[in-house]
């Protein structure tokens, strides 16, 4: 079921997770169904049933408390904090992200916790609440970075540049959106799943949109030549990746 859950093939997934959840619920095994139905929650929120999704990670979260597996709690907590971030009930997704951070925190789990920074300068954003959105992207890009976890650390980078460019560093925006342009077209060249790379392939435009629109702010500053012919090239090379792609799509060879 996970298995299907990482193809992308969210029906399949389901349809084995609840089989998978039933036999550890006539085995009476509640760790593996805390378990299950955390990836049962996780088929339905990537598939969009917010509610369901919603439902299953309530019913882990209780039995992960029960058993006082506080990893797992994290987690769940964590991905509880998605699907209100979601439903734009963003006060209460940082209030269980918030959760997740200090359990992952006293548990020394690193790559969970910029994980969690990464959600939480999310929800913070969507708050309107920048100052505090830029300092948990900060946090997040840091830690992911430390890590080697390449794609928390592109997301981040995205963020920390919007705040970089709010506080008027567009030097520092720029270098950081560079930064982050790279990683994503690293990072979704190695994915196998086309539904994975399609969702990418939205994250790397957002990155050369960004980055064409910082360059030719500096340019309006500066005057500078050079900053606009990097915004018409990074403008070409967005167009171009957006062409391989259609390509790809249509199954032809290039």
């Known amino acids: ?37 955390n990836n049962l929650g996780g088929c339905y929120l990537l598939s969009g049933d917010l509610t ?3 439902e299953l990670y309530l019913q882990s979260l209780a039995l992960r408390r029960l058993m006082k597996a506080r990893g797992g709690e994290a987690n769940t907590l964590n991905n509880l904090g998605q699907v209100y971030d ?28 910029a994980i969690t920074l990464r959600n939480l300068a999310k929800s913070y954003g969507a708050l309107g609440e920048k100052d505090k959105a830029g300092e948990y992207y900060a946090a997040a890009n840091a830690l992911a970075k430390q890590l080697g976890d390449r794609r928390v650390e592109a997301d981040s980078a995205y963020g920390l540049a919007l705040a970089e460019r709010g506080r008027g560093e567009l030097d520092r925006a720029i270098e950081t959106v560079e930064g982050g342009l790279a990683l994503t077209e690293q990072t ?17 435009m957002r990155y050369y949109e960004l980055y064409t629109e910082l360059l030719a702010e500096r340019y309006a500053r500066s005057k500078d030549g050079h900053d606009l012919a990097l915004a018409l090239e990074a403008g070409e090379r967005a167009r171009a990746r957006g062409l391989v792609e259609l390509l790809r799509e249509a199954r032809v060879n290039i």
């Open 1 to 37: 079921g996970v298995e299907y859950k990482e193809l992308g093939d969210y029906e399949k997934g389901i349809l084995y997770l609840t089989q998978a959840l039933d036999i550890q619920r006539e085995t009476n095994d509640k760790k593996g169904e805390a378990i299950v139905l």
């Open 52 to 54: 369901k999704a919603e």
């Open 86 to 113: 979601r439903h734009d009930n963003h006060a209460k997704a940082v209030e269980y992200l918030e959760q997740a951070l200090k359990l992952r925190r006293e548990l020394g789990d690193k790559a969970g916790e």
């Open 188 to 204: 979704r060249n190695e994915l196998v799943n086309p539904e994975h790379r399609v969702t990418y392939l939205a994250s790397v």
